[in-house]
């Protein structure tokens, strides 16, 4: 059987994730860098067929190749996060209207779907690959917009994977209110093998307490910290510092090792390899410098952060 394959791409400030499936099938979670992104989904499945895109929340560090990804591949379906009360931007509402117009399956997710992406049936899914997509609550964004305090990032969708023993979460923007409302239905409390840090390692996306209750060996966060947002922040840096520093942890940023790949070579084991592929955010994902996962230094950035002006 061919190994499950996940790529978190180094794309600077954002977010892509390409996940290469036993069955060959291709799903991409948010779609960003769109030279690299389509250079990698062309050597994966040169007759160009997507199996699923995600696209986690309208912010355009998540959903600005995705024009281009439609060009060049035939997307089979679309999820996207809910559709949200205020206009919001127009290259969202664009990637929407192309949608409409390729006719391509979309559904905006509010709660909780389960996808087989090479087959499989609940409740015998042990030995087959799964995701689980967790949408926000209607509940939860009301009461959001209520109290004035609704934004992108709450809209965000969590996609947790599950193939034997391995299981990874991917976090993409989800604040404290989108972890609040999962925990309170109980949908999290399975731990995770590898965590995607949510919203680029920032405070309210990555909370110490949801990190040690998810007990990943290895967090990735997806970001440049000398970049507009200066994301991950002072607080979001002492917690991968700290994680870091616990016997067989790492946290590891994407700026440092550039696109990593996992590879799962037995679910019944969870057995993998993990590579990092030392490409710039502006490289092409096979550049010829892999090798092991660098150490990432937290404690520099952690100095750094507290040198700057508040």
């Known amino acids: 059987m061919a190994p499950l394959t996940i790529y978190l791409l180094n794309v600077g400030q954002a977010d892509a994730s390409v996940i290469h499936t036993p069955g060959g099938n291709l799903i991409v979670i948010d779609a960003v860098s769109p030279k690299k992104l389509n250079d990698l989904l062309s050597q994966l499945r040169p007759d160009g067929e997507i199996a699923q895109l995600i696209i986690t929340h309208p912010h355009d560090d998540h959903y600005r190749g995705a024009d281009s990804l439609l060009d060049k591949f035939h997307v089979q379906r679309v999820t996207l996060a809910p559709f949200w009360q205020e206009p919001g931007p127009t290259g969202y509402h664009a990637i929407i209207n192309r949608l409409s117009e390729l006719q391509v399956p979309t559904r905006f997710l509010c709660g909780y779907e389960r996808v087989y992406p090479d087959g499989g049936t609940y409740p015998e899914y042990e030995d087959s690959l799964v995701l689980e997509l967790l949408g926000p609550s209607n509940s939860t964004l009301d009461q959001l917009a209520q109290s004035a305090t609704l934004e992108p990032n709450h809209l965000s969708i969590i996609t947790r994977l599950c193939?034997?023993?391995?299981?990874?979460?991917?976090?993409?923007?989800?604040?404290?209110?989108?972890?609040?409302?999962?925990?309170?239905?109980?949908?999290?409390?399975?731990?995770?093998?590898?965590?995607?840090?949510?919203?680029?390692?920032?405070?309210?996306?990555?909370?110490?307490?949801?990190?040690?209750?998810?007990?990943?060996?290895?967090?990735?966060?997806?970001?440049?910290?000398?970049?507009?947002?200066?994301?991950?922040?002072?607080?979001?840096?002492?917690?991968?510092?700290?994680?870091?520093?616990?016997?067989?942890?790492?946290?590891?940023?994407?700026?440092?090792?550039?696109?990593?790949?996992?590879?799962?070579?037995?679910?019944?084991?969870?057995?993998?390899?993990?590579?990092a592929l030392g490409d710039s955010a502006n490289d092409l994902v096979f550049s010829g410098q892999s090798g092991p996962l660098p150490e990432t230094d937290w404690a520099a950035l952690v100095e750094t952060r507290l040198a700057e002006p508040s």
């Open 163 to 275: 193939y034997g023993k391995f299981t990874m979460v991917f976090a993409g923007d989800a604040q404290m209110e989108n972890w609040q409302h999962f925990d309170e239905e109980g949908l999290l409390e399975k731990k995770c093998t590898i965590l995607r840090a949510a919203h680029h390692g920032s405070k309210r996306g990555s909370q110490w307490e949801r990190i040690e209750r998810l007990s990943p060996s290895l967090v990735v966060v997806s970001s440049d910290p000398n970049g507009e947002h200066e994301l991950p922040d002072l607080v979001g840096s002492v917690i991968f510092l700290e994680f870091s520093q616990q016997a067989d942890q790492a946290a590891a940023l994407t700026h440092t090792t550039g696109t990593i790949e996992i590879k799962v070579l037995d679910p019944g084991t969870g057995q993998r390899t993990i590579t």
